[in-house]
């Protein structure tokens, strides 16, 4: 029966389980035979809370009541993939690495800050952390880096990201690897050139700024482009993401990756050797 842990392989827990990435997971977690579904998380007073996470996502029972215990869930797993939102994660990685447990996040919006929690918490346990988990996007970062590093600010930079209606963050997680891929690429800080939310009279555009789009809208899983234009001429990297499962892949491969290796936060990168 799927969800029937099986000895030997890793025992994951899925936060946000309800949720649109949480739903996904349980479906790879389930259908894989290199990892085994031992908790399913929501959140405190979610209607998900005391059913199977089988049922509650409308097919056949799993054998996993859907908690709002974390230290529990914790307690038995291997690894727990999180797709929630900044404050949940950020507490998730110290109950995490209390229970040693590997951490892959794609959660985004994180703040600095939060990111600093994440990297204390590193120092006990694996966390692996992305904006985006899809082998196709952690691809276009290296050639982002490679492009950016063969051109000059004659190439303004623009990063354009499309999301469905219900992202609550912007740029995307995945827009600011990108950016961060185009500034190391140019030997420069995101931070110093980085220009977000153009609107009214925003005056010309500053040379080696590195610009952010993004739209909003209907069902779009996620797209990417980095335009590098000059005078007369236009490159643009794209990628189109049409099914969530690519990420729940990636995720999926990190939690077997992250298992037996030395505490530190990792990426895809790493994950994927690129
Ligand atoms: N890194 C990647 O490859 C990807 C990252 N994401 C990111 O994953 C996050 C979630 O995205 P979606 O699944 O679309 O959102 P969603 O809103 O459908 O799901 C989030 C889930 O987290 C739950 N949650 C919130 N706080 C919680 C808590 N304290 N305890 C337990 N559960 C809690 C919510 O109840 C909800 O079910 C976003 O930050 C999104 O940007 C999404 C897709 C790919
Ligand atoms: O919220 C989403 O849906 C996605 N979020 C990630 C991001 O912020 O880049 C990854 C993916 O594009 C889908």
Redesign the pocket.
Known sequence: MMGTPMTGTPGIVITGASG??GQMLVQAVTQSDACHLVAALEREGHAWVGQDIGTAMGGAALGVTVTDDPVAAFAKAQAVIDFTAPAATVAFAGLAAQARAVHVI?T??LSDDDIAAIDRAAHHAVIVRA????LG?NLLVQLTKKVAAALDEDFDIEVI?A??R????A???????LGEAAATGRGVELADVRDSGRDGITGARKRGDIGFTAIRGGDI????DVMFAADGERITLRHV?TD?RV?ARGALKAAIWGQDRAPGHYDMLDVLGL
Request: avoid cysteine; charged fraction near 20%.
């Open positions: 649109r990435m794609g985004t919006g904006g985006n988990m899809s996007v990201e999301h469905h219900h992202k609550v963050d740029p995307s997680g995945t827009a600011l690897m899983v996620g797209e990417h993401a969530r990420f």
